[in-house]
């Protein structure tokens, strides 16, 4: 498609290509130029993850993103973006102490950024923040299964629902959630056929990280693709590059240069016109 023939990526496109059965392409980007190539690549949706501040901050949970962080960051991809729908995401203790706190830190995202809907992690126990952040106007993506925010009460980060009962109380959690109003939602780590159950129960799209191929479109991490994350690699990451070990080789390829002297080579010089450089050297001390 070329570029006069993109649009803007609405909610109405997301539930046009959940009737078509045509799947969703969903990356995270923290950043700009990773932002602007996504979109240059036609990836529908960017999600402004809190992920972000352990792939580019270094830390080892989601736990210490705040929301000035992540206004940071979404600014950054928002103005790199002009037709992937952007979505930012509710960084931890944004949201869980009350709905006002929730409506204010949801509206900066809208407000600062100018994404396009925020997500929110939990079920059932976060469906009134739901209701009154959509209230206050503001599109919201439920986010059940796997929810790193959640990971001291799940006993860790595990896949989610692998027996009867916890994978009903996912189904009850996505009835829940689109009830309160939730216009998607995103299943992470969840067994392919429960995922599937949620999909045929729902009337809005469901989103995987992880939770198989019968879900509404698939969403990844993009230091995950592109191997630049290290720290651990869950079971759903496809790997679509190795740019860690390609960056030491170029960092590697560029030390040596320095150190041989081989750069800077003279196109990489400026220059000053022979004659003066002439004046400049036949000038005495004290002249003008
Ligand atoms: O922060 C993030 O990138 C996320 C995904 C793991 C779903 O919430």
Same mark, same amino acid.
């Given at each position: 498609?070329?570029?006069?023939?993109?649009?803007?990526?609405?909610?109405?496109?997301?539930?046009?290509?959940?009737?078509?059965?045509?799947?969703?392409?969903?990356?995270?980007?923290?950043?700009?130029?990773? $932002?602007? #190539?996504?979109?240059?690549?036609?990836?529908?949706?960017?999600?402004?993850?809190?992920?972000?501040?352990?792939?580019?901050?270094?830390?080892?949970?989601?736990?210490?993103?705040?929301?000035?962080?992540?206004?940071?960051?979404?600014?950054?991809?928002?103005?790199?973006?002009?037709?992937?729908?952007?979505?930012?995401?509710?960084?931890?203790?944004?949201?869980?102490?009350?709905?006002?706190?929730?409506?204010?830190?949801?509206?900066?995202?809208?407000?600062?950024?100018?994404?396009?809907?925020?997500?929110?992690?939990?079920? $059932?126990?976060?469906?009134?923040?739901?209701?009154?952040?959509?209230?206050?106007?503001?599109?919201?993506?439920?986010?059940?299964?796997?929810?790193?925010?959640?990971?001291?009460?799940?006993?860790?980060?595990?896949?989610?629902?692998?027996?009867?009962?916890?994978?009903?109380?996912?189904?009850?959690?996505?009835?829940?959630? /689109?009830?309160?109003?939730?216009?998607?939602?995103?299943?992470?780590?969840?067994?392919?056929?429960?995922?599937?159950?949620?999909?045929? /129960?729902?009337?809005?799209?469901?989103?995987?990280?992880?939770?198989?191929?019968?879900?509404?479109?698939?969403?990844?991490?993009?230091?995950?693709?592109?191997?630049?994350?290290?720290?651990?690699?869950?079971?759903?990451?496809?790997? #679509?590059?190795?740019?860690?070990?390609?960056?030491?080789?170029?960092?590697?390829?560029?030390?040596?240069?320095?150190?041989?002297?081989?750069?800077?080579?003279?196109?990489?010089?400026?220059?000053?016109?022979?004659?003066?450089? /002439?004046?400049?050297?036949?000038?005495?001390?004290?002249?003008?």
């Amino acid at each position: 498609m070329s570029e006069e023939e993109r649009k803007k990526i609405t909610i109405p496109y997301l539930y046009r290509k959940k009737e078509e059965g045509e799947k969703i392409s969903w990356l995270t980007a923290y950043d700009y130029p990773t $932002a602007l #190539y996504e979109d240059r690549a036609g990836i529908e949706m960017i999600l402004v993850g809190d992920s972000g501040v352990m792939t580019m901050l270094g830390q080892k949970t989601t736990l210490p993103a705040t929301m000035d962080q992540m206004v940071w960051m979404t600014q950054a991809v928002t103005r790199a973006v002009k037709y992937a729908f952007v979505v930012g995401d509710m960084p931890y203790m944004s949201y869980q102490a009350t709905s006002e706190e929730a409506i204010y830190n949801a509206g900066r995202f809208m407000a600062e950024c100018g994404v396009d809907a925020i997500k929110l992690e939990g079920g $059932a126990q976060m469906a009134d923040r739901v209701l009154a952040i959509v209230k206050a106007g503001i599109p919201v993506i439920g986010h059940i299964g796997m929810t790193p925010q959640f990971a001291a009460q799940l006993g860790g980060y595990k896949s989610q629902g692998r027996d009867a009962e916890t994978a009903r109380r996912l189904i009850d959690d996505a009835r829940i959630l /689109e009830d309160a109003g939730a216009f998607a939602i995103l299943l992470e780590a969840v067994p392919a056929k429960v995922a599937g159950i949620i999909v045929k /129960e729902a009337s809005i799209p469901i989103y995987s990280i992880g939770a198989g191929s019968e879900c509404d479109g698939q969403l990844l991490i993009v230091h995950d693709i592109l191997g630049l994350f290290e720290l651990f690699k869950p079971k759903f990451v496809k790997r #679509y590059a190795e740019l860690g070990e390609e960056m030491v080789k170029v960092f590697t390829r560029y030390k040596k240069d320095v150190k041989t002297e081989k750069f800077p080579g003279p196109e990489h010089c400026y220059n000053i016109p022979e004659k003066e450089f /002439e004046k400049l050297k036949n000038k005495k001390d004290g002249e003008n």
